[in-house]
């Protein structure tokens, strides 16, 4: 999963800095831009989440539970 977190970070990044300097076109750097801000808050979310199902128990449990 962090594999895929960086690689995602990496193209969005990528696809910004071509688009501004080869292509020189800022506007064709906004979806990438969008992508990466809606990415890596969501992946971020979605891996937390996945860890505390994997886990079985839900995301507060260590606050009631002493084990």
Do not use: C, K, Q
Request: proline share 7%; charged share 10%; no cysteine.
């Amino acid at each position: 999963m962090a594999a895929s977190f960086e690689i995602g970070a990496h193209n969005a990044t990528l696809a910004m800095t071509n688009a501004m300097t080869t292509l020189d076109s800022v506007p064709l750097a906004v979806p990438a831009a969008v992508y990466a801000m809606v990415m890596i808050p969501g992946t971020a979310a979605f891996g937390w989440l996945l860890t505390r199902a994997a886990a079985g128990r839900s995301p507060r449990a260590h606050l009631t539970d002493p084990a």
